[in-house]
């Protein structure tokens, strides 16, 4: 696109579960209010690896890693309209 625009989507959330695969992951998370990180990931907390968001505004990645430097653990919360990188170690449902 030349300019900047916006697209507008009637419709509904879906209520079903995510469904992901062992490796990355592109996905949306499927609520229509921000939720904290940790109430977020909990279900599938024992097969996440880490999880990933380009910032736009900010212009840099943020991210969680389960097994990295808590201090460098960036992501706060889970917020609608935005994508996540997310890799897990199984197949699961989130």
Known sequence: MEDDASW?????????????KAGWNLVAYRLIETVEL???????????????????????????DKNGLPFLNGLQFIEPGKA?????????EW
């Open 8 to 20: 507008l989507i009637n419709g509904t959330f879906s209520t079903n579960s995510i469904h992901l």
């Open 38 to 64: 940790m109430d977020a990931i909990e279900p599938i907390l024992d097969k996440l690896n880490s999880i990933w968001h380009y910032d736009t505004q900010e212009g840099r990645w943020i991210f969680y």
């Open 84 to 92: 996540y990188w997310v890799y897990v170690t199984e197949d699961c």
